[in-house]
């Protein structure tokens, strides 16, 4: 769908090459700008490496850089400046996730971009926005989670705030950046000029707070964190069989009646939501107790019998290895060139009914620092010896 793209990735650690690996997985052209020495910082961020061992990959570089191609260049050097000026003026997009500023003092300013190409889309990605009295600060994810109040909102109880266990502000702001990208080119093709799109690590978790943002700002409700239960909506939880947990969620009284029919608990006091939420401990113990009869497995197949919503706790090598995982398209392989041949997660999305048509059928490997340097000078008019 994008294979007439052109993007030139500035980025480094996650939220950018998160957003240039979702536009390659749809066919654009993503050239990787890496600073010489140690290029992108998360090559280094390990372990876990795989490979050679005096040439070692990070398995972080390799969740995040699919389908690029790696060109190396000093961009405080003539020469770098002149690489990335002729590809600004061959680029459709270019992505950055430099402080604030930064690029304005490499010389390539929005406004000098735009001279070099009205029609490039500019994503530009910083930690708590680009302009504001903090707009200055670098962002981390785990800063960003807990400036942006999603850890107040995650862990056991209120005193033990709790990160997310992937980096979710990087991923959302790739995310948002990336949909931002595509919004612009689809724009640039009624007005012929391309804009800046921004993205945050703040705005994006913001963005996202959903139902609890709203229990502040209508109901004025502070939330604070409930474990593994949902503040809204009762039964909504993991619970405890036999043998291990068990997932459950009613979201409606319908779901209830055949929940608590099943565990033989139906009772007056829990016959709509606002009153089970409101006995909330109580009924989650005695959720417990009725399933402690049985193992899991056993109680897993009686909800599903039932139409009841409810699930396991997988651990990462269950969900890879699980066949539904994979009939989705999940996992793609690459051959890498030092680490040979490699199982990576793939894209989530998925285009019409089992079609991939619009996305890559074979995805490029993650490069290694430079590997296409040579080849990428040469087709744009430069010594490929540098």
Known sequence: MLEDVLVVDLTRALSGPHAAMLLGDLGARVIKVEAPGGGDESRSWGPPFVGPDEEPVS????????????????????DGAELLTRLVQRADVLLENFRPGVLDRLGFSVERLHELNPRLVVLSISGFGHDGPEGGRAGYDQIAQG???LMSITGP???????????????????HGAYGVVAAL??????GRGRVVRASLLASVVGVHAYQGTRWTVAGEVPRPLGNHHPSIAPYGLFHAADGPVQIACGNDTQWRALAHLLGIADDR??????????RDELAARID???AALPAEEWLRRLADLGIPAGKVRSLDEV??????????LLVEVEH????????PGPSLRLDDNDFSGARREHLPPPLLGEHTAAVRAWLGMDPAG
């Open 59 to 78: 398995t972080y570089f390799l969740a995040a850089n699919r389908n690029k191609e790696s060109v190396v260049a000093d961009l405080k050097s003539a």
């Open 147 to 149: 400036e942006a109040g």
């Open 157 to 175: 109880d209120p005193d033990s705030p709790t990160r997310v266990g992937v980096p979710i502000a990087d991923l959302l702001a790739g995310m």
């Open 186 to 191: 689809h724009e640039r093709a009624r007005t």
């Open 270 to 279: 829990y016959a709509r939501n606002p009153d089970r939420v409101a006995l």
């Open 289 to 291: 107790r009725a399933l």
């Open 320 to 329: 890879y290895d699980w066949e539904q995982t994979r009939s989705q398209g």
């Open 337 to 344: 060139p030092t680490a040979g041949r490699l199982e990576l």
